[in-house]
């Protein structure tokens, strides 16, 4: 860890406990006899600034990535889904993702869309990720603590955002080259945009974890 990122932690207190949403899917749950478990491929667990949480992910993201025979689950941060809302900011939402994806059988990937990417990449600071992904990240933390582990990280965007400042900031911490997607970054979980994205998202799993 980090001295900032000890620094951080030691001046926040500890964060109001919430009984948190867990949405997830695995292979067996789909009844496709043709799809069966990976064991050498990495869990998911995502996260998303939207106000509807887990749920956003429920009709499409979490069927593909258990049909590519992974474990993929997406928790509702505080305020979010079925989680009810408690004190705290962008840290106490990170420890929500950690606390979410301990649960998670086996090494996992975080996922963060929107503001979830900031929560996603403070949690990496604390959790040992098999890979980070963030998509259209929002609200970003000027400076993100380095992930433990040093694990792949997969920046991905929409077109009409991959010259923003923000994008350009988040791929300089990284030392990454966004990978771009057609359609809106606030489109991202049905449609034409959805399945290009989570395209691009799964192939590069593949060839990592």
């Not at 305020?79 to 950690?98: I, M, S």
């Not at 955002?161 to 791929?171: G, I, L, M, R, Y």
Request: glycine share 10%; with cysteine; proline share 9%.
């Amino acid at each position: 860890m980090s001295l900032i990122s000890w620094a951080r932690r030691a001046r926040t207190p500890e964060p109001v406990p919430v009984v948190r949403e867990i949405a997830y899917l695995e292979p067996a749950d789909l009844f496709d006899s043709e799809i069966k478990d990976d064991p050498e491929a990495s869990p998911v667990l995502c996260c998303t600034g939207d106000p509807a949480g887990a749920a956003a992910f429920n009709a499409l993201w979490l069927k593909r990535f258990a049909a590519s025979g992974r474990y993929a689950g997406a928790v509702s941060v505080r305020g979010q889904g079925g989680t009810p809302a408690a004190e705290g900011g962008v840290e106490a939402r990170a420890h929500d993702l950690v606390q979410a994806v301990v649960t998670v059988p086996r090494q996992a990937v975080l996922i963060g869309h929107r503001e979830g990417a900031a929560w996603a990449a403070l949690a990496a600071g604390r959790y040992p990720a098999s890979a980070l992904v963030l998509v259209s990240p929002r609200q970003f933390p000027k400076q993100p603590p380095k992930p433990v582990g040093g694990p792949p990280v997969l920046l991905v965007v929409a077109e009409s955002e991959s010259q923003s400042k923000e994008v350009q900031a988040v791929a300089d911490a990284y030392g990454v080259a966004p990978l771009t997607f057609a359609g809106s970054p606030d489109d991202v979980f049905k449609g034409v945009a959805a399945e290009g994205l989570l395209d691009a998202i799964l192939s590069w799993l593949a060839g990592k974890h």
